[in-house]
């Protein structure tokens, strides 16, 4: 234990040391097709301002706290090592859940939102003065977004480049293919933009239906999955509270078991949640 603490002290130290140094221009970390996936997820669950590096900060932490809370309780290092890596994996499952959660808030709000812009454009106003007054008077999680576009607009943008920095602020599917069929209707004319918007309001909602109606039905089969990764491994942390149990995991033998057992345990999570899984909605030109 006092060799771990060492250790982590040391490596805290280093890290702080190298803040002080200037990074290269152009050093990256992490691949960019890495980060541009946990750049869109950040979006996507609804945290634009938090950087991609506070994602592997927080995979950092979770697994170095799980790897000693189970050390101290197990002294067991290939169990602490297996928590540990469930612990790391923590951080992404709660950002793709909360884009889940947001994904589907949003899916049901947007028709309203349609049917707004759609009666403004009705009433007399512009597509942009349409879209501004989303920003007052819209469903409440999308007003701000669309207070940015009036901000970007009123600035002297051009209306295609504020929609494609709404589209950026949004991050949603629905939003993608609403900023796009708005972009078209600007390019050829935006004399059937009241028809097009009611159409698009009437397939939304019907979208939204079926997609709830198949999730709720779907939804069993990723709790199932998630009890039968759990359960063996509840069973394992609390075999190795006991002191024999625990000498069994440090030897040889007990390794393969544990190692084989993850391998296993990853494999039929994925494999049980893409028999599971409904088509994701995917984002247009994103």
């Known amino acids: 234990m006092s060799l771990l603490l060492g250790l982590a002290l040391g490596l805290g130290a280093l890290l702080i040391f190298a803040s002080f140094w200037p990074r290269a ?20 669950a609804g945290h634009p301002k938090v950087p991609v590096a ?21 002294a067991a290092i290939p169990v602490a090592l297996c928590f540990s890596l469930f612990a790391a994996l923590l951080p992404v499952l709660a950002l793709r859940w ?55 607009y009123r600035s002297g943008h051009s209306l295609g480049g504020a929609l494609e920095r709404l589209k950026l602020r949004l991050a949603d599917p629905v939003g993608d293919r609403i900023v796009a069929a708005l972009l078209i209707t600007r390019e050829v004319g935006g004399s059937d933009i009241g028809r097009l918007l009611s159409t698009l309001a009437e397939f939304l909602r019907e979208n939204a239906r079926t997609r709830s109606e198949l999730e709720a039905r779907q939804s069993w089969t990723v709790n199932a999955a998630k009890l039968a990764v759990a359960a063996p491994w509840i069973v394992v942390l609390l075999l190795s509270l006991q002191t024999e149990a625990a000498e069994a995991y440090r030897d040889a033998t007990g390794m393969v078991v544990l190692g084989a057992g993850l391998i296993v345990s990853l494999v039929c999570y994925r494999l049980m949640l893409r028999i599971g899984a409904l088509p994701q909605e995917t984002r247009v030109l994103a």
């Open 54 to 74: 506070g994602v592997a900060t927080a995979v950092l932490i979770c697994a170095l706290f799980a790897f000693l809370l189970v050390l101290v309780l197990t």
């Open 98 to 152: 909360q884009a889940s959660k947001r994904r589907a808030l949003l899916r049901h709000i947007w028709p309203d939102a349609v049917d707004h812009l759609r009666s403004a454009v009705r009433s007399g106003m512009s597509l942009p003065e349409g879209l501004i007054q989303l920003g007052l008077s819209g469903p409440e999680p999308l007003r701000e977004p669309f207070r940015e576009f009036a901000r970007d």
């Open 25 to 44: 221009p152009g050093t990256r970390t992490g691949t960019p097709r890495r980060r541009r996936r946990l750049r869109q997820l950040l979006d996507e």
